[in-house]
C-alpha cells in the first residue's frame, strides 16, 4: 500500500529528476556512439588506405648492387672478349623550363648569355638556333650525347632548367668495324639489322643479360679485312666490295665485310642507304669460281676419272649461243689446264658430261638452292631455277652463269671443298670446340685431296699467282663475271670474284674477296679482271691474319702437286 | 606487497630495461653497418660505371681501324715472313748454344728475384674494414654435387651438372 501512496508535492521533482537522468544518459550513450563511429571511420580509411598502398601504388623500388651492375642490354663480343658493343653510362642535355616552379622566366640569365656558355662547353653548337629553342620556353633535348665532364660543366652554369638526365646508350667500340654484324639499336631500344635484331631478345632478357654474348668474330681479322678489302676497293675506283673469313671445320664466320660501311654509333641517311649486305643479301652470277665445283662434282661421279685427258677447246655452238673462251687457249685442255687457264669452252663439256641433274644435286647440297645459312635477318634467295635444267642452262652453270648467290654461299661451298667434302652451315655465334654442326657430306674425302692440289695449282701457276703469300700455301680460283643488266651482259660491269683456302696442306680457313664493278686503272695495269684486283687482296690479307689465326707461315711445307706438275706444262694463263 | 617481492620486481625491470638497452645497441650497430654496406655497394656501382666509361674510351681510341692508320702512318709494321718464326725444337736450342770465345757479353736486364728481399706480394684489401682479407674468402666455392643417379619412372635420368664433380663458381 505504501508504495501506491506518494507525496502529491514530491512527485513532479522525483519525474524531472528521472527525466534529466534519462536525458544524460541518452547523451552518454550518443557519445560513445560518437567517438566509436570516429574510431570505426579512422579504422576504415587506415584500411582503405592500407589497401590503395599494397594494390595501386607501386612497390618501393629497392636496387640492390647487382641490379645496379646488370646492363641495360647485354655486351656483344668477339671470339676473344674484345667488347663489341656495349651498354653506356651517358648523360643527355634536357632543357625544361618549369624547373623553376616560381611562375617567372625559366632562366635565371638571358637565354644570350646561356646559350654562350653552352656553346663554350660544345663548339659545334648553333648559338642562334639554341638561344631560340631557350626563348621559347618548351622543353626538349639540347644534346642527347653528353660525357660526363661536359656535365659537370653543364652543372657549373648554375641554371636549374639545364637538366642533365641520365640515359643508356649503346656504344660500339670499334666503330664502322663489322658493322653490317653488329646492326644497330634504334631509338626504341630494339636491335636492328645484324646480331643486335637477331639476339634483341637474349640481349634484354634480364636473367640472361649480365653474361656477354660471345660472337665467331675475331675483331683483328675483322679488322686487317676491312682494312685490305678498303684499299683493294679505293685503289681501282669499286662502287662495292665484300669479303669473308670462314672457318673450314666449324662453319665459324671470322670476319665478314661489306663496304662501303656504316658506323652504328650514328645512324643517319647515308648510313641507312648503306646498311645493304653485299656479302649475304645480294646475289651475284659469280663466274668461273664455280669451275672448281663443277670439276669437284664431276669427279665424285666419276665422271671424271683421268685428269690428263684433253677436251677439244674450240668455241661450242648449242642452240644458237656460242659458248667461248676470252682467248684461244689452245686446240686442247685437260682439266688441271682448264682450271688454270679458266676455261669455259671445257668446264661447260665436264657440266654436260656430268648432266643437269648430278650437277643440281650437288650445287643443291651446298646449300645454293636456299637461302644462306647464317643467323642474319637479311638474307638474299639465290636465283635458282629447279631440275631439270635444258642442256644450255647446265653447260653455262658449269662455269657460273645461269645461278646468282651471295658469296656467303660460295664460301661455304668451298668450305665443303676443301675441308674433305663435308658442307656445314655458317654461323656468326662462337662454336665451343667439339661443338660443331655435323653438316653432310657432299664430296668424297679423295674429291676434296684432289681439289686441293688443284686449286693450289691455280695461285702457283695460273690465276691466283698474286695472292700466293709465300710459305702460307694458298689455293683459290677467280671469277669474273659480267654484271647482267637491262639489254644483256655488260661489258664494263663486272663482279671479280677470289675464293680461296688456306694452308693447302691442311685447309683451315677460307677467304673469299669479291669486288664490285672494279675499273681497269694502273693500279690494275689497267685490267677488270679478279687476277689484277681481287687476287691482291687476299694476298695482301692472308699474311695478316695467318698468324693470328694459327697458321705460321712455313717456307718447307705445301701439298704435294708433283704428280699434276707434268700436266700443266710451265703454267701461266689468263683469267 | 612484501619487501622481497618488490625487490624481485625491480631485479625484472632492471634486467628487462638492460635486455633492451643491448637490443638497442645491438639494433644501431647492425644498422649502421647496413648503411656502411650500401654506401660501399653504391661506390662501388659509381667505379663500375667509371670504369666502363674509361674502358670503352680506351676501345675507341684503340680501336682496329685507328691502330690501322696509325700503322700506315707512323710505325709501318708488316706481318712477319716465314723467317722470323722458330720451326722446331732443333732451332730452339740453338739459342741456347754456349757463347763462342771472343763473343761480345749479352745484355743483362736488371730484375728481382723472388729472394728474401723482394717485398710481398700486396694483399687483397676489404673495402669496407680497410683490413686485408683472409685468403681463403678470396678461394673460388667449391659446391659438391651430388653424384647419385637417381632412378625416376620413365628413362634413366642423371642431372647434366653430376658429370663434372666438383664444380667451382
Known amino acids: ?575 | 606487497m612484501t619487501q622481497q617481492s618488490r625487490l624481485r620486481r625491480m631485479g625484472w625491470i632492471a634486467v628487462l630495461a638492460l635486455c633492451t638497452m643491448c637490443y638497442l645497441g645491438l639494433h644501431l650497430k647492425v644498422h649502421a653497418v647496413r648503411s656502411e654496406v650500401v654506401r660501399s655497394e653504391r661506390q662501388i656501382v659509381a667505379l663500375e660505371a667509371q670504369k666502363s666509361l674509361l674502358e670503352t674510351e680506351f676501345e675507341t681510341r684503340a680501336s682496329q681501324e685507328q691502330l690501322a692508320s696509325w700503322n700506315r702512318v707512323e710505325f709501318g709494321y708488316a706481318a712477319p715472313t716465314a723467317a722470323q718464326f722458330v720451326s722446331g725444337e732443333r732451332q730452339l736450342a740453338k739459342f741456347g748454344t754456349p757463347r763462342a770465345a771472343g763473343a761480345p757479353e749479352p745484355i743483362r736486364v736488371a730484375s728481382l728475384a723472388t729472394g728474401e728481399d723482394a717485398p710481398a706480394y700486396p694483399k687483397f684489401v676489404s673495402p669496407l674494414t680497410g683490413k686485408a682479407v683472409d685468403d681463403k674468402l678470396l678461394e673460388p666455392e667449391v659446391r659438391r654435387v651430388n653424384l647419385d643417379a637417381h632412378y625416376e619412372r620413365g628413362a634413366l635420368r642423371i642431372p647434366l651438372a653430376a658429370a663434372i664433380g666438383d664444380v667451382r663458381e
Open chain 1, 1 to 575: 500500500m505504501n508504495a501506491m501512496t506518494f507525496d502529491v508535492e514530491f512527485a513532479p521533482s522525483r519525474i524531472r529528476l528521472v527525466d534529466i537522468r534519462h536525458r544524460q544518459l541518452l547523451t552518454a550513450q550518443l557519445r560513445m556512439l560518437l567517438l566509436a563511429a570516429a574510431f570505426a571511420l579512422v579504422a576504415f580509411i587506415s584500411l582503405i588506405r592500407i589497401a590503395w598502398l599494397g594494390v595501386v601504388q607501386p612497390a618501393p623500388t629497392e636496387h640492390s648492387m647487382a641490379q645496379a651492375l646488370l646492363p641495360p642490354r647485354g655486351e656483344i663480343t668477339d671470339r676473344n672478349g674484345v667488347p663489341l658493343a656495349r651498354a653506356f653510362p651517358a648523360y643527355a642535355l634536357w632543357y625544361n623550363p618549369q624547373a623553376l616552379v616560381d611562375g617567372g622566366p625559366p632562366l635565371v640569365n638571358p637565354p644570350v648569355v646561356v646559350a654562350q656558355r653552352l656553346k663554350d662547353i660544345f663548339p659545334d653548337l648553333d648559338l642562334s638556333a639554341t638561344t631560340r629553342f631557350l626563348a621559347a620556353g618548351k622543353p626538349g633535348y639540347i644534346r642527347r650525347r653528353v660525357l660526363p665532364d661536359e656535365v659537370n660543366r653543364i652543372n657549373a652554369i648554375g641554371e636549374l632548367a639545364l637538366e642533365t638526365p641520365g640515359e643508356t646508350d649503346r656504344q660500339y667500340p670499334q666503330g664502322k668495324l663489322a658493322a653490317h654484324v653488329l646492326g644497330y639499336v634504334a631509338s626504341d631500344g630494339h636491335g636492328r639489322v645484324g646480331m643486335e635484331s637477331f639476339l634483341d631478345k637474349r640481349l634484354l632478357d634480364p636473367s640472361a643479360r649480365g653474361q656477354a654474348v660471345p660472337l665467331s668474330i675475331d675483331v683483328r681479322v675483322q679488322g686487317a679485312l676491312e682494312d685490305e678489302l678498303a684499299s683493294g676497293m679505293r685503289a681501282v675506283e669499286a662502287v662495292g666490295a665484300a669479303g669473308i673469313v670462314l672457318d673450314v671445320d666449324t662453319g665459324e664466320v671470322l670476319a665478314l665485310a661489306s663496304l662501303p660501311s656504316f658506323d652504328p654509333n650514328k645512324i643517319d641517311a647515308e648510313g641507312q642507304r648503306r646498311m645493304f649486305n653485299r656479302v649475304t643479301n645480294e646475289v651475284y652470277e659469280l663466274g668461273s669460281t664455280f669451275k672448281p665445283l663443277t670439276v669437284a662434282a664431276a669427279i665424285d661421279a666419276g665422271v671424271v676419272t683421268d685428269l690428263s685427258h684433253r677436251y677439244p677447246a674450240a668455241p661450242l655452238h648449242i642452240g644458237g649461243f656460242t659458248i667461248h673462251d676470252d682467248e684461244n687457249l689452245g686446240s686442247t685442255l685437260n682439266v688441271p689446264e682448264t682450271l688454270i687457264h679458266s676455261s669455259n669452252i671445257v668446264s661447260a663439256q665436264i657440266a654436260d658430261q656430268l648432266g643437269g641433274d648430278r650437277l643440281a644435286r650437288a650445287l643443291a647440297d651446298l646449300g645454293m638452292s636456299e637461302r644462306p645459312y647464317i643467323e642474319l635477318p637479311a638474307r638474299g634467295f639465290p636465283i635458282w631455277h629447279k631440275p631439270p635444267w635444258p642442256r644450255l642452262r647446265t653447260m653455262t652453270v658449269g662455269f657460273g652463269h645461269g645461278v646468282a648467290v651471295t658469296p656467303l654461299h660460295l664460301a661455304a661451298a668451298y668450305a665443303a671443298l676443301v675441308n674433305g667434302g663435308i658442307w656445314r652451315p655458317a654461323t656468326l655465334l662462337k662454336v665451343k670446340p667439339g661443338e660443331e654442326a655435323r653438316g653432310r657430306r657432299v664430296f668424297k674425302a679423295s674429291t676434296s685431296a684432289r681439289m686441293n692440289q688443284l686449286l693450289r695449282m691455280i695461285t702457283v701457276y695460273g690465276t691466283g699467282r698474286k695472292a700466293n703469300a709465300p710459305g702460307f700455301r694458298v689455293g683459290g680460283k677467280t671469277g669474273s663475271a659480267e654484271k647482267a643488266g637491262a639489254g644483256g651482259y655488260q661489258k664494263h660491269a663486272v663482279v671479280a670474284t677470289f675464293a680461296s683456302a688456306f694452308p693447302m696442306d691442311h685447309p683451315r680457313y677460307v677467304v673469299v674477296a669479291m669486288l664490285d664493278e672494279p675499273k681497269a686503272v694502273a693500279a690494275s695495269s689497267f685490267q677488270r679482271t679478279a687476277a689484277w684486283n681481287a687476287v691482291p687482296i687476299v694476298g695482301r690479307l692472308i699474311p695478316r691474319i695467318g698468324p693470328m689465326l694459327g697458321v705460321l707461315p712455313d717456307d718447307t711445307r705445301d701439298i704435294d702437286l708433283s704428280d699434276l706438275k707434268p700436266l700443266v706444262g710451265d703454267g701461266g694463263g689468263n683469267e
